[in-house]
C-alpha cells in the first residue's frame, strides 16, 4: 500500500487551480484497483504521464474505491460485486497453462491426442502412482512426475477446471517459477501447471526454450483436430485464448471498470494508452499481454474522441449544454422527419412479398454458381479486384436450415483462422456455427443481415454475403477450396448423407416428420432441420458442419 499512498501524492501534482474535482472534469482521472492489479495499475499510470505530463491522476483508499472513474480488477477478485451495467473492457489476462519439457519423448503424441480434464483431474490427484500410459492410452509404465506453482491464482483455476477441491490437489509444489522450470529442465517428461507468464520470456512474447504448452483435449475425443491445433507457438496460443478456443475456466480476465463508455478526455486517452503501449508493463506484473491485434479491436469500443460542451466560466451546471445538444438533435430529426414525409406523400409502402409454400429441392434445384469457390463447410468465397475476398453460406445449407431468423457476426477488424467459427444461423432459438473458408482480417460486414436475415435465404451469393476479408494466406487456402463443377460432386454425397442422417436420428422417423422427406424416393422438403428440435440441429453441426470431409 506504501506505492499507492506515494502515487496519491505524486500523480496529483501538476493539477491546474481552479479545476473541478475528479468526476466532473473529464482531464481529472480518479483510479482504484484490487491488490492483485496494483502494480500493474501503477505502472499503466507511471507510463501514461510520462507520455502525458501534467495529467492528473490520482489513486483513491481502499474504502472510496467504489467512487473512483475507472477501477481495475480480475474474474477472481471482485467483478461480481460489480453493478451489472457498469461498462467493462478487457485490458490483459492471467492464463494458466500445463506444461511439459519439449524435450519429452510423449510430445508428438501428446500434441496429437491432447489430454482431457478428466485425465489432468487423474494426474493432480494422483498420489505419484500415475503413467503416461494412463494418459495417453497405450502401455507405456513410464510414471508421470507432476508439479504445480504454489500460488493461489495457479491453484483456483485448476480447482475449477478439473472439479477438484484445491485441498485434493496431491501435485508436487514449486515455490518459485524457477524451481518449477528447474523441475522440467531435470525432468523434460515431467508435467507441471503455472501461470503463462512464467514460461514466456522478459518482453512476455515467446515461450522459454525447453518448454512446450499441454494441449486440452476439451471434447475428450482423444484427438487433436483442427480448431484444437494452436499450441505451437505463443502467438497462435495467445490469439487461441483471445477467440475462446481455450478453456475460460483456466483464464482470469483483467478489467478496467467504468460506469460508462469513456466519451473523451483522460480516461479515453488513458483506456487507449493502457489497449496499446501499455501492454508491454503486463508480462512484467505477471500477467499476459493482449493478443496481437486485440488492443485494436477492443480500442473501437471506446467512443471516438469529441468536443463536449460544458458550462462558461460562470459555474453554469455542464447539463446546460447537454439540453441544448439534445434539443439540436432533436429539431434536426424533426425536420428530416416533415420531409421525408411531404417526399413520401402519395407513394404506397412497399410490402414484403410472403414466402412461398415449401417446395422440394434436390441436386438439380440447387445453385452453385461458377467463377466463386466453394469450402466443404458449405460457404463460398470470390475475390474482388482489390484482392479483398467474399464470403457467405452456400444455397445447399439454407435450403436445410430454412427461414434465418437472426445471425450473429464478428465485427470489422477482427481476425479469423481458416476452421474458425465465424457465423451462427439462429432459427427461432435453434443455431448452427458456420466456419471460415479463409483465414485473414475481416474489413466489413453485411449490416443488412442484422434486421433483413431473409436474405441470406433468397440471395446467399448476391445480397445475402456475409463479410468482406482482407486474406492471410489466399495462396494456401484457395489450393483448399473447391470451383463449382466438384464442390456439385460433393453436394450429391450430402444428399446421400443427409438421407442417411434422418434415417438414423432419434425422432426423425416421428410420424409428424413423415413428409419431411418427399414419397417420389429422392426429394427433400424445403428448410427440412425447420421442423425438428434442437437435438438434431446439434447433430447436424457435428456431423455436417464440424467432422472433417
Request: aromatic content about 8%; overall charge negative.
Amino acid at each position: 500500500m506504501f506505492c499507492l499512498a506515494m502515487l496519491q501524492i505524486s500523480f496529483a501534482s501538476g493539477q491546474k487551480e481552479g479545476r473541478e474535482t475528479a468526476g466532473k472534469d473529464l482531464n481529472t482521472v480518479t483510479v482504484a484497483t484490487v491488490p492483485e492489479t496494483e502494480y500493474l495499475a501503477v505502472k499503466w499510470i507511471e507510463g501514461f504521464i510520462n507520455a502525458n505530463p501534467g495529467t492528473e491522476i490520482r489513486i483513491l483508499p481502499a474504502e472510496q474505491n467504489a467512487d473512483a472513474d475507472i477501477r481495475f480488477m480480475t474474474d477472481q477478485s471482485a467483478v461480481s460485486a460489480v453493478q451489472e451495467d457498469a461498462w467493462r473492457i478487457v485490458v490483459g489476462r492471467e492464463v494458466m497453462v500445463p506444461v511439459t519439457g519439449a524435450a519429452s519423448r510423449f510430445l508428438t503424441e501428446i500434441y496429437s491426442t491432447g489430454i482431457s480434464p478428466e485425465k489432468f483431474l487423474k494426474a493432480v490427484s494422483s498420489d505419484g502412482n500415475l503413467n503416461w500410459g494412463q494418459l495417453l492410452d497405450n502401455d507405456n509404465n513410464t510414471p508421470v512426475s507432476v508439479w504445480i506453482l504454489n500460488d493461489r491464482t495457479v491453484s483456483t483455476p485448476l480447482s475449477r477446471f478439473t472439479g477438484i477441491e484445491p485441498g485434493l490437489i496431491t501435485a508436487s509444489k514449486a515455490q518459485s517459477s524457477e524451481e518449477l522450470i528447474g523441475e522440467l529442465q531435470r525432468n523434460p517428461e515431467a508435467i507441471a501447471f503455472c501461470r503463462l507468464s512464467d514460461i514466456t520470456d522478459a518482453t512476455g512474447m515467446a515461450i522459454l526454450p525447453g518448454i512446450a504448452i499441454i494441449p486440452v483435449d476439451v471434447n475428450n475425443n482423444g484427438q487433436s483436430e483442427y480448431f484444437e491445433q494452436f499450441y505451437a507457438d505463443y502467438g497462435s496460443f495467445n490469439r487461441g485464448v483471445y477467440i475462446g478456443k481455450y478453456p475460460k475456466t483456466l483464464c482470469n480476465n483483467i478489467y478496467a471498470v467504468m460506469a460508462s463508455v469513456p466519451s473523451g478526455g483522460t480516461r479515453s486517452d488513458l483506456m487507449r494508452y493502457i489497449l496499446s503501449d501499455g501492454q508491454r508493463y503486463i508480462a512484467g506484473a505477471g500477467f499476459t499481454p493482449l493478443a496481437r491485434g486485440e488492443g485494436i479491436v477492443r480500442s473501437e469500443a471506446l467512443v471516438t474522441d469529441q468536443t463536449i460542451v460544458t458550462a462558461g466560466s460562470d459555474g453554469a451546471s455542464p447539463l446546460r449544454g447537454w439540453l441544448w445538444v439534445i434539443a439540436v438533435i432533436a429539431a434536426v430529426s424533426f425536420v428530416a422527419f416533415a420531409l421525408y414525409r411531404i417526399t413520401r406523400a402519395g407513394t404506397e409502402v412497399p410490402v414484403a412479398p410472403a414466402r412461398p409454400h415449401m417446395a422440394a429441392f434436390n441436386l438439380k434445384s440447387l445453385i452453385t454458381p461458377a467463377g466463386i469457390l466453394f469450402d466443404k463447410g458449405h460457404t463460398w468465397v470470390f475475390m474482388e479486384k482489390n484482392g479483398i475476398v467474399k464470403v457467405g453460406i452456400d444455397d445447399f445449407l439454407q435450403h436445410i436450415t430454412g427461414p434465418i431468423t437472426r445471425v450473429k457476426m464478428k465485427s470489422p477488424g477482427e481476425k479469423v483462422r481458416k476452421g474458425d467459427h465465424v457465423l451462427s444461423l439462429i432459427q427461432n432459438g435453434k443455431q448452427l456455427n458456420i466456419k471460415s473458408p479463409v483465414s485473414g482480417t475481416i474489413v466489413a460486414r453485411n449490416e443488412r443481415l442484422l434486421g433483413e436475415t431473409d436474405i441470406v435465404n433468397t440471395s446467399p451469393y448476391d445480397e445475402g454475403w456475409v463479410y468482406a476479408i482482407e486474406p492471410e494466406n489466399w495462396e494456401k487456402d484457395s489450393r483448399l477450396l473447391n470451383l463449382a463443377g466438384k464442390y456439385t460432386d460433393f453436394l450429391k454425397e450430402e444428399l446421400a448423407r443427409i438421407r442417411d442422417f434422418l434415417s438414423v436420428m432419434p425422432g426423425t422417423n416421428d410420424v409428424r416428420y413423415a413428409r419431411v422427406v418427399l414419397q417420389d424416393g429422392g426429394e427433400f422438403k424445403d428448410g427440412l432441420l425447420e421442423q425438428f428440435g434442437p437435438e438434431i440441429w446439434e447433430e447436424f453441426q457435428i456431423r455436417f458442419l464440424e467432422m472433417p470431409r
